[in-house]
């Protein structure tokens, strides 16, 4: 029996094309109207990052002495994306989208909304960069294994995920769907870090090595605050499904907070007072008064000698 790859090969084409005529598949979608390009809206945090830190990312083709130019240049042309890509981004929202190619949202308002939209994210970014100020001094005070801020800024995966969620967060706020969670699920699959861009989290936050840990979008953190990897500030149940949109579904850390490794704080209603210290490997889905320490009490460890006779 000959096996002729060419054959097989074009039946599996065929049959994939076929497929995609499938009805109620979702992921069959296929029309004339441009999509986000999710590539290109990853390709924005290099260029943020040359923005918020333009001594440390900037071309090397450019002189520190003509960084007004090259930053100028650069905002324009981060400007000029980030516009089109939100224009995109409002368009999939209910009240602009356009069901059976039908235009029911007025164009030229949706392109004015996104424009102000785009000048208002970039009149934020010096606020972004001052408490950014702050998650550095917190980083370099909290770590004593830093040799200094700039090994921070450069390496740091906890340091990369505050700022990218910092920015997203910022886009969050101002109702444009999709793009914030495009930056920050990009940062997480490069630290292991899940900061939903909906959290709110005050100055001075410092994540300490970070891999494994998720905040979920309700959350509230204060200022000084400090979590290790493997923590979950999540809900306690999302079997409500869509039915819980918009509700504070995950806690509040209060100012002045540790929360060590491994612990699991969960809860809407779940507030961890101010100056309180969460151990490791904690679960809590009740308020913690200020003041307060928590921990397991130690486990009873035992020693098995496998000496050989």
């Known amino acids: 029996m000959s096996y002729n790859l060419e054959q097989v090969e074009s039946r599996a084409i065929r049959e994939i094309l076929s497929h995609y005529k499938k009805e109620n598949f979702f992921i069959n979608k296929a029309n004339d109207e441009v999509e986000l390009d999710v590539i290109l809206i990853q390709s924005l945090i290099e260029k943020f990052f040359r ?3 333009p001594g440390f990312f900037r071309e090397r083709d450019f002189k520190v002495s003509d960084q007004e130019i090259y930053i100028s240049v650069l905002c324009r042309e981060v400007m000029l994306i980030l516009n089109k890509q939100i224009f ?7 009240e602009n989208s356009a069901p059976h190619g039908e235009n029911n949202f007025d164009e030229k308002k949706l392109r004015e909304k996104a ?4 000048h208002e994210f970039f009149e934020r970014i010096p606020r972004v960069r001052e408490f950014l100020e702050t998650d550095l001094q917190a980083a370099f005070d909290g770590d004593p294994a830093a040799f200094d801020k700039t090994e921070i800024i450069l390496s740091y995966p906890g340091f990369y995920a505050i700022t990218v969620n910092r920015l997203a967060h910022e886009i969050f706020v101002l109702d444009v769907p999709l793009i914030p969670r495009i930056l920050t699920e990009f940062a997480h699959s490069r630290t292991g870090i899940d900061i939903h861009p909906g959290a709110t989290i005050g100055k001075y936050f410092f994540i300490d090595h970070g891999t494994g840990i998720v905040i979920g979008e309700t959350t509230v953190i204060g200022e000084h605050v400090k979590i290790y990897q ?3 500030l999540g809900a306690i149940s999302t ?3 869509q039915k819980l ?7 509040t850390i209060e100012d002045n907070v540790t929360i060590y490794s491994g612990a699991s704080i969960l809860g809407g209603n779940t507030v961890i007072g101010k ?3 969460i151990g490791g490997n904690t679960f809590i889905t009740k ?3 200020p003041q307060t320490t928590v921990s397991i009490k130690s486990q009873e460890l035992k020693f098995k000698s496998s000496e050989i006779k």
Request: charged share 20%.
């Open 230 to 232: 493997g923590v979950t």
């Open 239 to 241: 079997n409500g499904g």
């Open 275 to 277: 100056n309180c210290v």
């Open 51 to 53: 923005i918020i830190f």
């Open 245 to 251: 949109k918009g509700v504070k579904r995950h806690p």
């Open 88 to 94: 995109l981004a409002l368009k999939k929202l209910p």
């Open 287 to 289: 308020s913690v008064a």
């Open 115 to 118: 424009r102000a939209i785009t």
